[in-house]
């Protein structure tokens, strides 16, 4: 029977139930699913040495006729399978410890290929130890060797050997004529359907010579491979189609289109404390202009650090709060939404709107009002935390939803806010800039707008690096600082999230910054405190009476404290550098010149220094990120799992750019030709992969 890709693998020959199940348990349920569970590598079997060529301490590949088999029970109970096998010329000793079934399985007179480390023999010469194995086919072919044999991630209790049987043979059965419309589509001529993709990257055809193996064993890795860049083409356009289909779908929404009168106009200038920049007034044209729309707004808002988002956002709020519909303002941590509470309050304070916060840290007493007012309608703006998801909250006529610094949230819980409106406009920001390549795919439903431009009066912060034993000067020109009337961040090296962090260190550590500044005031911020500590930390910092704060990246978002004029980071190689931005970004918030010193672990290697140094040298926050995901791809850019991204098989967004964006042109044209559900179906004829914003 031929096997097409879309086939149940229960109804497959040699799958049991138990399988299947186990299979389905992890969501793989046809063909395709299990073909799309790629190898994580792959090792040369493919030429057996001659047995006299097996030298101690090599890893070896095989082949042999079993000429002597003998089990043993060593004191322990231990069983040792002891074999030799003999290719006609030269024999080999093979043991296996504690396999005892093995000499039963095993027979004199039979061909093995054998897989495994020789060491110094215990009698004569080298021998194996418990090597793979694997009786030779009697048409003289074997699925564990003999080739370029995967390695596979085990799915459960299915092992990774077993799932290579299971990819032999589902691969020696499937219908490779399979018709694959995407081949007409693909670029440059290409031809590789996707079940010839699949069939070659599992188990590629070997090349006669070493060196050859060698090289196609190296593009394997980099996922470089005609087969493995077909299959990112399609894992690429999946995405692409979902992601226009996000967008379709959105456009047939109705959200609650502003109208933008003079008199609006007039309060919005009114409440603005200083001129707007360009940029910032191109980008709020942008987005008044998508809110007098009925179709919801989907926008990110990108821009640096200190750019000036959260004046935007305001008065975006304030165009839909005087159109008479609610906005919910959502930030990553209790203290930055109390500081956007307090901004916004700030900003709205000439008009009649007066935002309500809702964090968990509030009485509930206090909470369910902020509730009830939403659900009444009587609250027009709140700012808040995840308490805001919860089912507990609705709203009379959400407007608006705002997501400051996004890379902190899941998509899911992106939509699940969104879902209570009736279809919100969304604005999400984020201070992270992230690469171009990396933002189609993470937001390639958002449509973009850039805040490419600093407030005025701002001098960039002068970034230096120095060796750890400069701390005592450091600390000297901190002190000068302070006695200037500036204040500083002391960023320790406790990384929040690792099980390291411990309060009791952190003090310590800040007990010893305090010695070096006697006089000054220092306080603690960690992760550890409880929230309410923390935000009278960030209190006494922001108000000044505490001057020199020693943190740990909880800094990292967002809280604006204009006075504050000098960050130090201590092992700053232990940190991404779009997280050094982050935190330089505390700095050079108001007009004092601003700095950011790195000092560097006693540790710290070449490399690490040149990376601290790269950074350094650069001011762009778009440059940074750019610098970071060349350096260590986009895994590191926080929540990057949390989108979902982990999720693409073989697409490698460094590696594949060239197949991303034919991926987005032809879901892009199809779109346009009102034909992106034919594209989707054909995607879905092949078991497409689901992979989107999911
Ligand atoms: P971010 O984009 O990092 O969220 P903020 O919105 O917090 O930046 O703005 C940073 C600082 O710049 C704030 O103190 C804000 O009041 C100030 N600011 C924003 N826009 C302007 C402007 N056009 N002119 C002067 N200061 C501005
Ligand atoms: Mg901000």
Same mark, same amino acid.
């Given at each position: 029977?031929?096997?097409?890709?879309?086939?149940?693998?229960?109804?497959?020959?040699?799958?049991?139930?138990?399988?299947?199940?186990?299979?389905?348990?992890?969501?793989?349920?046809?063909? !395709?699913?299990?073909?799309w569970h790629l190898p994580s590598r792959?090792?040369?079997?493919?030429?057996?040495?001659?047995?006299?060529?097996?030298?101690?301490?090599? +890893?070896?590949?095989?082949?042999?006729?079993?000429?002597?088999?003998?089990?043993?029970?060593?004191?322990?109970?231990?069983?040792?399978?002891? !074999?030799?096998?003999?290719?006609?010329?030269?024999?080999?000793?093979?043991?296996?410890?504690?396999?005892?079934?093995?000499?039963?399985?095993?027979?004199?007179?039979?061909?093995?290929?054998?897989?495994?480390?020789?060491?110094?023999?215990?009698?004569?010469?080298?021998?194996?130890?418990?090597?793979?194995?694997?009786?030779?086919?009697?048409?003289?072919?074997?699925?564990?060797?003999?080739?370029?044999?995967?390695?596979?991630r085990?799915?459960?209790?299915?092992?990774?050997?077993?799932?290579?049987?299971?990819?032999?043979?589902?691969?020696?059965?499937?219908?490779?004529?399979?018709?694959?419309?995407?081949?007409?589509?693909?670029?440059?001529?290409?031809?590789?359907?996707?079940?010839?993709?699949?069939?070659?990257t599992?188990?590629?055809?070997?090349?006669?010579?070493?060196?050859?193996?060698?090289?196609?064993?190296?593009q394997l890795a980099r996922r470089t491979t005609?087969?493995q860049r077909r299959l990112a083409q399609q894992e690429l356009l999946g995405l692409a189609v979902t992601l226009e289909?996000a967008?379709?779908?959105?456009?047939?929404?109705?959200?609650?289109?502003?109208?933008?009168?003079?008199?609006?106009?007039?309060?919005?200038?009114?409440?603005?404390?200083?001129?707007?920049?360009?940029?910032?007034?191109?980008?709020?044209?942008?987005?008044?202009?998508?809110?007098?729309?009925?179709?919801?707004?989907a926008?990110l808002l990108h821009g640096d650090v200190?750019?000036?988002?959260?004046?935007?956002?305001?008065?975006?709020?304030?165009?839909?709060?005087?159109?008479?519909?609610?906005?919910?303002?959502?930030?990553p941590?209790?203290?930055?939404?109390?500081?956007?509470?307090?901004?916004?309050?700030?900003?709205? !304070?000439?008009?009649?709107?007066?935002?309500?916060?809702?964090?968990?840290?509030?009485?509930?007493?206090?909470?369910?009002?902020?509730?009830?007012?939403?659900?009444?309608?009587?609250?027009?703006?709140?700012?808040?935390?995840?308490?805001?998801?919860?089912?507990?909250?609705?709203?009379?006529?959400?407007?608006? +939803?705002?997501i400051?610094e996004q890379h902190r949230f899941g998509v899911a819980q992106r939509q699940?806010? +969104?879902?209570?409106?009736?279809?919100?406009?969304?604005?999400v920001m984020t201070a992270t800039p992230i690469p171009r390549s990396l933002a189609l795919t993470l937001y390639g439903d958002l449509e973009m707008?850039v805040?490419?431009?600093?407030?005025?009066?701002?001098?960039?912060?002068?970034?230096?690096?120095?060796?750890?034993?400069?701390?005592?000067?450091?600390?000297?020109?901190?002190?000068?600082?302070?006695?200037?009337?500036?204040?500083?961040?002391?960023?320790?090296?406790?990384i929040e999230d690792s099980?390291?962090?411990?309060?009791?260190?952190?003090?310590?550590?800040?007990?010893?910054?305090?010695?070096?500044?006697?006089?000054?005031?220092?306080?603690?911020?960690?992760?550890?405190?409880?929230?309410?500590?923390?935000?009278?930390?960030?209190?006494?910092?922001? !108000?000044?009476?505490?001057?020199?704060?020693?943190?740990?990246t909880?800094?990292e978002v967002?809280?604006?404290?204009?006075?504050?004029?000098?960050? +130090?980071?201590?092992?700053?190689e232990r940190f991404g550098l779009a997280q050094l931005h982050q935190l330089?970004g505390?700095?050079?918030?108001?007009?004092?010149?601003?700095?950011?010193?790195?000092?560097?672990?006693?540790?710290?290697?070449?490399q690490a220094?040149?990376r601290v140094?790269r950074f350094?040298?650069l001011?762009d926050g778009f440059a940074v990120a750019e610098e970071d995901f060349r350096q260590r791809g986009p895994g590191e850019f926080t929540g990057m799992r949390q989108w979902g991204r982990a999720d693409l098989a073989v697409a490698d967004l460094r590696i594949h750019l060239v197949e991303l964006q034919w991926a987005r042109s032809?879901a892009?044209?199809?779109?346009?030709?009102?034909?992106?559900?034919?594209?989707?179906?054909?995607?879905?004829?092949?078991?497409?992969r689901s992979v989107g914003p999911a």
């Amino acid at each position: 029977m031929r096997l097409s890709l879309t086939d149940p693998l229960s109804a497959m020959a040699g799958v049991g139930p138990r399988t299947a199940a186990v299979l389905a348990g992890s969501g793989l349920s046809t063909v !395709a699913d299990l073909l799309w569970h790629l190898p994580s590598r792959w090792e040369d079997r493919a030429c057996p040495l001659s047995l006299r060529e097996v030298v101690a301490g090599d +890893v070896v590949t095989v082949c042999g006729e079993v000429v002597d088999l003998r089990v043993r029970r060593a004191r322990s109970r231990l069983t040792i399978v002891e !074999a030799a096998v003999s290719d006609g010329e030269s024999s080999l000793a093979v043991v296996w410890f504690n396999q005892p079934y093995l000499a039963t399985s095993l027979r004199v007179g039979q061909r093995l290929w054998l897989h495994g480390p020789a060491g110094p023999g215990r009698g004569w010469g080298v021998e194996l130890r418990s090597p793979e194995w694997e009786k030779e086919r009697d048409d003289g072919e074997a699925v564990h060797h003999g080739r370029i044999v995967p390695v596979y991630r085990r799915i459960g209790e299915v092992s990774g050997r077993r799932l290579r049987s299971l990819m032999a043979r589902i691969l020696a059965s499937l219908d490779r004529t399979f018709p694959d419309p995407l081949v007409g589509l693909l670029p440059g001529g290409a031809t590789l359907s996707l079940s010839e993709a699949l069939a070659e990257t599992h188990f590629p055809t070997a090349p006669a010579g070493l060196d050859e193996r060698r090289e196609l064993l190296q593009q394997l890795a980099r996922r470089t491979t005609p087969a493995q860049r077909r299959l990112a083409q399609q894992e690429l356009l999946g995405l692409a189609v979902t992601l226009e289909q996000a967008r379709e779908a959105r456009r047939r929404q109705h959200a609650v289109a502003c109208r933008v009168t003079d008199e609006i106009r007039a309060r919005a200038r009114a409440a603005l404390p200083f001129r707007l920049t360009q940029a910032q007034r191109r980008v709020l044209r942008e987005i008044v202009t998508d809110l007098q729309r009925t179709a919801p707004m989907a926008r990110l808002l990108h821009g640096d650090v200190g750019s000036g988002k959260t004046v935007v956002a305001a008065l975006a709020t304030l165009v839909v709060a005087e159109c008479g519909a609610q906005v919910a303002i959502m930030a990553p941590t209790e203290l930055l939404a109390q500081q956007h509470h307090a901004s916004f309050t700030r900003l709205l !304070a000439p008009t009649p709107h007066r935002p309500a916060l809702l964090v968990g840290g509030l009485p509930e007493g206090e909470k369910r009002k902020v509730r009830e007012g939403l659900a009444r309608g009587s609250i027009a703006v709140v700012v808040g935390t995840h308490a805001l998801f919860q089912e507990a909250t609705g709203f009379a006529r959400l407007g608006l +939803v705002v997501i400051d610094e996004q890379h902190r949230f899941g998509v899911a819980q992106r939509q699940r806010l +969104v879902a209570k409106g009736d279809a919100p406009h969304l604005l999400v920001m984020t201070a992270t800039p992230i690469p171009r390549s990396l933002a189609l795919t993470l937001y390639g439903d958002l449509e973009m707008s850039v805040l490419d431009e600093l407030p005025p009066g701002r001098s960039p912060v002068r970034t230096v690096v120095r060796d750890g034993r400069a701390r005592d000067r450091v600390m000297e020109f901190v002190r000068r600082e302070v006695a200037e009337g500036g204040q500083a961040y002391w960023v320790v090296p406790f990384i929040e999230d690792s099980e390291t962090l411990s309060a009791r260190a952190i003090a310590s550590h800040a007990q010893e910054i305090q010695r070096g500044l006697a006089g000054v005031s220092v306080g603690v911020l960690h992760g550890r405190l409880p929230a309410e500590e923390r935000e009278q930390v960030m209190a006494a910092f922001l !108000a000044g009476e505490i001057e020199v704060l020693c943190a740990t990246t909880v800094i990292e978002v967002g809280v604006d404290v204009p006075r504050a004029s000098v960050m +130090v980071i201590e092992n700053a190689e232990r940190f991404g550098l779009a997280q050094l931005h982050q935190l330089r970004g505390r700095v050079g918030r108001g007009s004092r010149a601003s700095y950011c010193v790195l000092l560097l672990g006693e540790e710290c290697g070449a490399q690490a220094r040149e990376r601290v140094a790269r950074f350094a040298s650069l001011t762009d926050g778009f440059a940074v990120a750019e610098e970071d995901f060349r350096q260590r791809g986009p895994g590191e850019f926080t929540g990057m799992r949390q989108w979902g991204r982990a999720d693409l098989a073989v697409a490698d967004l460094r590696i594949h750019l060239v197949e991303l964006q034919w991926a987005r042109s032809v879901a892009g044209q199809w779109a346009r030709r009102g034909r992106l559900q034919q594209l989707a179906a054909l995607l879905g004829g092949l078991g497409g992969r689901s992979v989107g914003p999911a």
